[in-house]
């Protein structure tokens, strides 16, 4: 993690939301922007990528988010997001630092052109020392269109920002060798380098209620960022300050790409349109 020059770090509805309650879990989101302002001040840049819009509009539909018609879903974003980013902002600028919020949809990421402007963005941003926080635009999205979740957002992000670490926060604490709800006695696997039949199957099929990720869109995240050169952890994000937790052992999956990020520039020159 120490080596790592620039992190994305994804962070799931469940993680930055109180499910039952519509807030944002405000003390939690403290001691991540504590760990946030750690790695920018030993000299690493930190991108963020955000879920919980859904979740946090989600209350104004006074109904629970799994049964939201698409549409009501969608405004629900719109109401979720304008309150998540004021989270995110209050408690950046408390360490001095400003927030630039960017909203992308499966469409900006396979357009080579809104790619270099959205890799342009970020780099301003991170100079200028707002801290970039991204979301699908849910409001736009349409399910063609979708992107269908953050973990694969987050790992298209990080192809585009050219990171070298995407972090995936989550309510599991890794890849297990068996649903740990199913089977108590299903063990953590500490480190993958290569997506196998095997390694699939025991990401079995758990999307998450809010958002529409779970074991199965974490590996297809980790195979895209892996295949830019990226390094991916997945831990479970929910406890105080999660990335010194991540860096002092807590269990956690590694996924370590064949080739480094830097070597994997040199082989090619433009991401590829997956
Ligand atoms: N963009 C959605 C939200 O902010 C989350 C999608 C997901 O996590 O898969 O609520």
Redesign the pocket.
């Known amino acids: 993690m120490l080596s790592a020059r620039r992190l994305i770090v994804k962070i ?2 469940a993680v930055v939301a109180d499910i039952e309650t519509g807030e944002v879990r405000g003390p939690w989101l403290e001691t991540l922007i504590e760990d946030v302002v750690r790695f920018f001040a030993r000299g690493q840049q930190v991108i963020i990528v955000t ?5 946090l509009g989600s209350p104004h539909f006074k109904q629970l988010d799994r049964s939201l018609r698409n549409e009501q879903k969608q405004a629900a ?1 719109a109401i ?1 997001q304008i309150r998540l980013m004021l989270a995110y902002e209050q408690s950046l600028k408390r360490h001095g630092f400003g927030l630039g919020q960017v909203l992308l949809t499966s469409a900006d990421v396979d357009n080579q052109r809104c790619r270099l402007n959205a890799r342009s963005a970020l780099q301003q941003l991170l100079k200028v020392g707002a801290v970039p926080v991204i ?2 635009n ?1 409001a736009t999205a349409t399910p063609e269109m979708c992107l269908g ?2 973990d694969r957002l987050a790992a298209r992000v990080a192809q585009i920002a050219k990171a070298d670490l995407l972090i995936l926060l989550s309510d599991v604490d890794g890849l297990f060798t068996e649903d740990p709800h199913d089977n108590p006695l299903a063990r953590i696997i500490p480190e993958v380098r290569c997506i196998t039949p095997e390694i699939e199957t025991m990401a079995g099929l758990s999307p998450g209620r ?4 779970g074991m199965v869109t974490k590996l297809m995240a980790a195979r895209i960022a892996m295949d830019a050169g990226c390094n991916v952890v997945i831990a479970k994000g929910n406890k105080s300050y999660p990335l010194a937790a991540i860096e002092n052992g807590a269990p956690s999956t590694w996924f370590i790409p064949l080739a480094t990020r830097q070597q994997h520039a040199e082989a090619v020159e433009e991401i590829p349109v997956v």
């Open positions: 799931g509805s879920s919980g819009a859904v979740a974003a979720g979301n699908e849910d979740d953050n809010y958002g529409s990720g």
